[in-house]
Structure formats: C-alpha cells, structure tokens
C-alpha cells in the first residue's frame, strides 16, 4: 500500500502525546478509511494518541472502537505530517466519524521508561566520560539501545555512569516538557547530544530531567525519573566508522 497516496490531500494529524504524555483514552474523528485485503485497514484521524514509530521510539499498539465496530491497532506510520494507521478488524466495518482509542498502555509505559532511560544514559555517560557524547541512533524496543559516536567506553567509565544512574534514580527527579522557539534554541540546546542531527524546525519540543541539559524530541516519557525503577547497563557493543552502541534494560 503507497503510505503517501492514503496522506495525500489530509490535514497533518494532530500528535496529543506531544503535549499529553499520559493520555491513554481519547476521543478522536476518523477522517479516511482505505480497506486492505482481508480483515485489514488503513485509517487516518484527525487527531491521536498512538505514537508512530520514529526517533528511535517503536510503534504504540492498542484499540479502536464505535457501535458499529472495533478494531486492533497493530500499528502507527508517519507520513509528511500524517499518522496513518493500521488496523486489523475485530467487528463490523469501519467509517468516517467518531472513534474511542485505547492504548496498549503497559507496553507504551515501557517504552516510555526505556525513552527516559535513555536520555539519562546520555548524562551518565558524558558525566562518567568527561566529554560531551553524540548520539547517533538509538531503538527502543528489543534490542534496546542508544548509539553513539567516538571511541567505547571501558569497564570503570560504564561502573560510574552505572553509580550515577542508581543515585539519580534513587533521588528522583522531574522530566519537562517545553516547546522552544529557534532562536531559544540555538542557546538552551547547545550540549544536546543529537544538536548536529536536529532537522530545521518552526518549533522544537524539547525533555529535560531536572539536572540535565535539555534534549530536543518528539518521544513519550515518564513524568519522574524514579519511574524507570533501575536502569542496567548491559553492554557497550563496538560498531563500525568509529561508533557505539550502550544496550540497556529498564527492570521493577
Ligand atoms: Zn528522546
């Protein structure tokens, strides 16, 4: 199915995750239906809770239903600014109009305790190594890691960004969420480990743990970072052109 033929022509979507991290019900339009073999189906909204896959952060999951019908939400793709998603149907038939959303939400607080691991991994490791780091890629769900650039860090470096990540966690700290003007950014974002790899935008939607340099993204996160629990350091895996990557686990 052409992902670009079912966007033509439709509003962007507005994303409610970017402001409402812990929505997990909502109300929303749909806006197309274009049925796919079988009991599958691509459907676009006005609006959602589901955050496609993107920025290293998988794809949320959940349900959809009316009186007239429910479905599977087995997946959300981005497309020039539209989320489009795609449904396997349980009952009836699916059409334009209103719809309930329900996400899967224990899969989605996972990934949103990985996300926010991951950010204070990037603090623990420039605080461990003593220089700024530059993420290069990361992917959060299985395998769960960030990538970085420069050379891997050894046995001691790994011990003490694992000392800081307890006692920060321990501690607890407050995650944020702001929406910067380019101009606010150039400034405020300057040590952020993905600075080179920011696309030119109006507005940039930045996280910050209390404590830490802000980090421009679009993913979903726990509101404290004492809701990660414990982050474990699993690995630091060698990859070539001279990056890394640090593999993580987020366990109760
Ligand atoms: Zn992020």
Not at 22 to 41: D, F, H, M
Not at 102 to 127: F, G, P, Q, V
């Amino acid at each position: 199915m052409n992902l670009s033929e079912i966007a033509h022509g439709l509003p962007k979507t507005e994303l409610l995750y970017l402001r409402q991290t812990q929505l997990s019900i909502a109300q929303a339009n749909i806006l197309k239906v274009v049925p796919e073999k079988g009991t599958q189906a691509y459907l676009v909204l006005d609006k959602t809770i589901f955050h496609p896959k993107g920025g290293g952060q998988p794809s949320d999951r959940g349900k959809m239903a009316s009186a007239q019908f429910s479905l599977e939400v087995k997946k959300a793709i981005q497309n020039q600014g539209v989320v489009i998603h795609w449904v396997k149907i349980v009952n009836g038939t699916p059409t334009t109009g209103a719809v309930s959303c329900e996400l899967d939400w224990a899969y989605r607080k996972l990934i949103m305790r990985r996300h926010t691991a991951a950010h204070l991994l990037d603090h623990c490791l420039s605080k461990a190594s003593s220089t700024r780091v530059e993420t290069t890629d990361s992917w959060l769900d299985e395998p769960c890691y960030v990538g970085y650039r420069g050379k891997a860090p050894d046995a001691s470096t790994i011990k003490n960004a694992q000392d800081l990540a307890d006692k920060m966690i321990a501690q607890g700290s407050p995650v944020n969420i702001d929406f910067l003007t380019p101009e606010q950014c150039r400034e405020v974002l300057k040590n952020a480990p993905n600075f080179a790899r920011l696309p030119n935008l109006q507005e940039i939607r930045t996280v910050t743990i209390e404590g830490c340099d802000p980090i421009p993204c679009g993913g979903t996160h726990v509101t404290n970072i004492r809701e990660i629990v414990r982050l474990s350091i699993l690995k630091a895996e060698v990859m070539p052109d001279q990056t890394f990557r640090m593999h993580f686990s987020v366990a109760d």
